[in-house]
């Protein structure tokens, strides 16, 4: 199946005020059963993510019951990005579409990509690390055969780059297609107090 791409883009200059997110510190016991990969699945981060937070343990193939994990906290900013997930699913509601379920290792990939414009200092689909937002996915093992992705910075709250996405027709197209079914939110914030956000959507294999 040929795979449907689409990318909208946009920006806004506002006033930047800092809203911070605080998690307590996760630790997981190891018990019989478990591997890296189980832990990273059931927090909902990156094997990667696991293994750099844990450099006591050389071989991530080798854990052993009692063994304490740390956790890393992959969306510190997660109580902005659920919001976006719930008001996606109140616009699709409103033209009777159904609601796109949550992926959270698209919500990994939009983290990633939003932490990845602050850090190489861009505003674009096209990562100068990852490539297009769809190799970006590919690379992070997620199969689709239809994605979009939406990015903004500068608006302030969830409702604010909701309100600018749908104010634009290429944005709110994405928003409300009926080719996805899943969403990743990814939020994260430059030293300034600026927010970026980014929505993956996909239609998976």
Not at 15 to 23: G, H, K, L, Q, V
Not at 58 to 73: E, M, S, V
Not at 123 to 152: R, T
């Amino acid at each position: 199946m040929k795979k449907l791409k689409i990318l909208s883009l946009l920006f806004a200059f506002a006033f930047i005020f800092s809203i911070a997110a605080y998690a307590a510190p996760k630790v997981h016991t190891v018990a019989a059963g478990d591997t890296m990969w189980k832990i990273a699945v059931r927090y909902e981060v990156g094997l990667s993510e696991l293994a750099k937070a844990n450099p006591q343990i050389k071989n991530t193939a080798l854990i052993y019951p009692g063994q304490k994990i740390d956790i890393p906290d992959a969306a510190p900013l997660q109580n902005l990005e659920d919001e976006v997930f719930k008001l996606v699913n109140n616009e699709r509601a409103k033209q009777g579409l159904p609601a796109l379920t949550y992926n959270w290792q698209a919500a990994r990939v939009a983290r990633i990509k939003s932490e990845d414009m602050i850090q190489n200092n861009y505003f674009a689909h096209e990562s100068p690390v990852y490539g297009s937002p769809f190799k970006m996915m590919e690379s992070f093992g997620i199969k689709f055969s239809a994605a979009a992705e939406n990015i903004a910075y500068g608006q302030r709250t969830p409702q604010e780059v909701m309100n600018s996405w749908m104010n634009s027709p290429g944005h709110r197209a994405n928003i409300l297609s009926r080719n996805v079914t899943q969403i990743g939110v990814g939020c994260a914030k430059k030293a300034n107090g600026t927010l970026y956000w980014t929505q993956e959507f996909l239609k998976p294999i």
